[in-house]
């Protein structure tokens, strides 16, 4: 099997780091950088993609789910109380991370959820407003022109690649050969640039760690579909005597495999960032040898920052510190490497890895 992956190293020994995922990366961070607590920094590093929607994947306006609806799902995380505030497909209110951030302070639960967490939003001050656009009605509706392809149905009837159904289970007889896993994969388009669905930002500022994930989720979504970004753990975690993950990429994959909490515990274990990022990465990629997404990493007692990622032809991110005037933006090359099969209990991996710019 082949898996690809790669990693990036950065040193910076500075009081203040905040790194974040994805081509405007740089933009997002330098926005949210004068802010004066580190949860502050991170929060409104992710909200610039919510107000600006960055490249239509984050904020309002884009990847609408099947029934041509926009939900909104963020998470954030402090480091220093492990406490989490989270949303899962929040309609009609914007600000996706700040009603996470306002879940972590004003209430003793961690996730609120659709149309109640809509209502819980307007209760804290946030506007309601209707989150379609012309864009996203249209690509709503070329996919319902198109036979609603592809979309993320499996062995049902009608048949899901050619038709908008409704559908109904298929009995066993009919059903094929070929893995869920495999289908899931073969029917869906992982790898353009334009069909990623998170900012992930994570920071560092005198030993406080903080995470933060905002997204609309993955386009033509089912109706209902959570994502990794809003789960502790997946796309997230911070702790103040470690440091902090993010993840990012194949969210249905990648969530079974909670790779932020696998990174931070690795750091814990003694590994570098780039070492606790290569290895959520590769331990996904035991199983999912096609996967695409990506891992970055930052450890709170030296702010050693790491990237790792599988399924591209590299990884765009961003980093800032104390000693920059704006941020950097980097890249990751993905490299060829080969793994043991899944279900094996060590994996090897061979071949020359490449540091980023």
């Not at 995470?211 to 997230?236: L, Q, Y």
């Not at 590299?314 to 099969?341: G, M």
Request: hydrophobic residues 35%.
């Amino acid at each position: 099997m082949k898996a690809l992956f790669a990693a990036s190293l950065v040193s910076t020994f500075q009081s203040k780091i905040v790194i974040s995922t994805w081509n405007f990366a740089d933009k997002a961070i330098d926005s949210g950088w004068e802010n004066t607590e580190i949860l502050d920094v991170v929060q409104f590093t992710a909200k610039y993609c919510q107000v600006n929607q960055c490249d239509g994947t984050v904020g309002y306006g884009g990847s609408p789910s099947e029934t041509g609806e926009v939900f909104l799902d963020a998470m954030i995380m402090d480091g220093e109380t492990l406490n989490v505030g989270s949303v899962v497909g929040l309609r009609r209110v914007k600000d996706a991370v700040g009603v996470a951030r306002a879940v972590l302070e004003h209430t003793s639960h961690s996730m609120l959820a659709g149309e109640s967490a809509t209502n819980f939003a307007v209760q804290m001050g946030f506007t309601e407003e209707r989150l379609e656009t012309e864009h996203s009605d249209s690509l709503h509706g070329n996919w319902k022109s198109n036979n609603c392809q592809p979309n993320y149905w499996l062995d049902v009837s009608p048949d899901s690649k050619k038709s908008c159904g409704p559908y109904s289970p298929k009995n066993a007889e009919s059903k094929s050969e070929e893995s869920d896993s495999e289908k899931h994969l073969a029917n869906l388009d992982l790898t353009g640039e334009t069909n990623h669905d998170t900012i992930g930002v994570i920071g560092v500022e005198n030993g406080h760690a903080v995470a933060a994930c905002s997204t609309n989720g993955m386009n033509h979504k089912i109706a209902g579909r959570v994502p990794d970004s809003s789960i502790p753990g997946s796309g997230g975690w911070a702790e103040n005597a470690v440091g902090a993950c993010s993840a990012t990429g194949d969210g249905d994959v990648m969530l079974r495999f909670s790779p932020s909490i696998l990174c931070v515990e690795r750091m814990k274990m003694g590994d570098s960032p780039n070492q606790a990022a290569e290895y959520a990465i590769r331990r996904i990629n035991t199983y999912y040898p096609t996967f695409t997404g990506a891992v970055i990493a930052v450890r709170t007692r030296d702010e050693l920052a790491g990237a790792a990622c599988a399924g591209m032809k590299n990884f765009p991110y961003a980093v800032r510190t104390e000693k920059d005037e704006i941020s950097e933006l980097r890249y990751v090359d993905c490299v060829d490497d080969e793994v043991e099969p899944s279900g094996s209990h060590q994996v090897r991996f061979f071949g020359k890895r490449r540091l980023g710019n």
